[in-house]
C-alpha cells in the first residue's frame, strides 16, 4: 500500500473500525480490501519480490487485517489465525518445555485440553487458579512461572480479572500476561493499554460476529516476540485464507454498532432472567452487584453480551434447549443470532470433572450469548421455552 493511505490511530475507535488500517486501495480507489485469491506471488526478477511471495507467509488480505487489529487493540504488531485455538498454541510456541503457565481455571474448555493433553506432554506446566483472586495467582508463582493466562470476563462464570494488578504481578517476577480478549472485543477492553503483554482473539466470534467464519488473532506491542511468532505462524501454516480475512474486515466495520446492541440486549435479558422463578442466579458482569462490577467499569467501557445463569431444575436445561425457537442451541458466541449454550457437554466438556465444579459449572448452568434480535423477541422465545417446564 502507498504511503499516505493508512489510518493514524488518532481517530475515534468507531472511526478506525469503519476504515481499518487502509481506507482504500491505493491503486483502484476501492472502499473495499481486495480479496487476493492467490496462493503465490509472480517475483520481477531474481532476488526481487513485491513483498509478497507466498500466502502461507503473507497475503495482502491477511496483513490488512492484521495491521487493522493492530490498530483498533491498540497493538503495533497483529497476527491472524485460522481459528483462536491456532492463536493460543503459537503463543505457547515462543516459549520453552520447562515453562510454567499459571491459567484461569474457569475458560474454555479447548483451551484447557490444549494444554493439559498436549503442551503437557512436551514439558510445559500449568497451575489452574481463580485468576479474579490474584492472591491465589501469587500463591502458585514459582521460578519457571514464565507467563499468567487469564479470560476476563472469564468463560462462562463472568469473572474478572484485574488486568493492571495482574500484570504489574507477573512483571514484577519477569514473566508475561496473555489475556484472551474475546468476550469483550477490542471496542469494549484493550489489555494492552492496561499492561498486558499479549492479547489473544477468538475473530469466529465478536469480531467476525455473523456465525459465519473461524479465525484467531495475536495483537502485541514487543518486538522481540514478533520474528519468533511469524516464524511460528509461516512454519506451521495455521494462517487465516483470504476470503476469511475480508469476512473479518467486513465485519469489523459494524463492530461498534453491534457491540452496543449485544451490551443493550443482554442487561435487559439479564434483568427479566433475573426475575424469572425457574432461574436461581445470574452471572452477568453489567449488574452492579457482581462481586466486580467497579473493576470491570474502571478497566473496560462496556460489559459485553454474554449471560450466564443457573437453574433452580436440572431437568429444566434439556427442556429449554430444546423448545427455545428464535434462539439457537448451538455451540459458540458473538454472532448477530442469539446462542444458547449447555457448558458441561459442549464448551467445558474437556474440563475434568472436579475443575469444572470448582469454577462453577455445573449441570444447572446455562450460557446464552444475546444476539442483536429485538430484545423483546428474545425474551419471548425464553418466556415461551420456560413455560414447557414442568412446575
Not at 245 to 254: E, H, M, P
Amino acid at each position: 500500500m502507498k504511503e499516505g493511505t493508512h489510518c493514524t490511530g488518532k481517530q475515534a475507535l468507531e472511526t478506525l473500525l469503519v476504515h481499518g488500517a487502509t481506507p482504500f486501495d491505493p491503486v483502484t480507489g476501492a472502499v473495499t480490501t481486495p480479496i487476493y485469491q492467490s496462493s503465490t506471488f509472480r517475483h520481477p526478477g531474481l532476488y526481487e519480490s513485491t513483498g509478497y511471495d507466498y500466502s502461507r507467509s503473507i497475503n495482502p488480505t491477511r496483513t490488512e487485517l492484521e495491521r487493522t487489529l493492530a490498530l483498533i487493540e491498540g497493538g503495533r504488531f497483529g497476527l491472524a489465525f485460522a481459528s483462536g485455538m491456532g492463536a493460543i498454541s503459537s503463543i505457547i510456541k515462543i516459549f520453552k518445555p520447562g515453562d510454567h503457565f499459571i491459567v484461569s481455571e474457569d475458560l474454555y474448555g479447548g483451551t484447557y485440553r490444549l494444554f493439559h493433553e498436549y503442551y503437557e506432554k512436551y514439558g510445559f506446566s500449568f497451575s489452574w487458579v481463580d485468576s479474579s483472586d490474584l492472591s491465589l495467582v501469587e500463591a502458585r508463582i514459582r521460578p519457571e512461572t514464565k507467563a499468567v493466562f487469564v479470560e476476563t470476563p472469564s468463560n462462562p462464570m463472568m469473572k474478572v480479572t484485574d488486568i493492571r494488578r495482574c500484570g504489574e504481578l507477573i512483571h514484577s517476577h519477569g514473566g508475561h500476561l496473555i489475556v484472551d480478549n474475546t468476550f469483550l472485543s477490542p471496542y469494549f477492553q484493550n489489555p494492552l493499554k492496561l499492561g498486558a503483554d499479549l492479547v489473544v482473539h477468538s475473530g469466529t466470534k465478536y469480531l467476525a460476529g455473523h456465525n459465519d467464519t473461524l479465525s484467531g488473532f495475536i495483537v502485541h506491542d514487543n518486538e522481540g516476540f514478533e520474528e519468533p511468532l511469524r516464524t511460528v505462524q509461516k512454519s506451521e501454516g495455521a494462517v487465516l485464507a483470504p476470503f476469511d480475512a475480508w469476512l473479518v474486515l467486513r465485519g469489523i466495520k459494524t463492530l461498534a454498532l453491534r457491540m452496543r446492541r449485544h451490551e443493550s440486549n443482554a442487561l435487559q435479558v439479564a434483568r427479566w432472567l433475573r426475575e424469572h422463578p425457574r432461574v436461581e442466579q445470574v452471572f452477568y458482569p453489567g449488574f452492579a452487584d457482581h462481586p466486580q462490577y467497579q473493576l470491570s467499569c474502571s478497566q473496560a467501557r462496556g460489559h459485553g453480551g454474554m449471560i450466564s445463569f443457573y437453574l433452580k431444575n436440572r431437568d429444566d436445561a434439556a427442556v429449554l434447549l430444546r423448545q427455545v425457537s428464535l434462539i439457537l442451541f448451538a455451540e459458540s458466541l458473538g454472532g448477530v443470532e442469539s446462542l444458547l449454550t449447555y457448558p458441561l457437554v459442549q464448551t467445558h466438556g474437556a474440563i475434568p470433572e472436579a475443575m469444572r465444579l470448582s469454577a462453577g459449572v455445573n449441570d444447572r448452568l446455562m450460557r446464552l450469548s444475546v444476539g442483536i434480535e429485538a430484545p423483546e423477541d428474545i425474551i419471548a422465545d425464553l418466556d415461551a421455552a420456560f413455560s414447557y417446564c414442568i412446575i
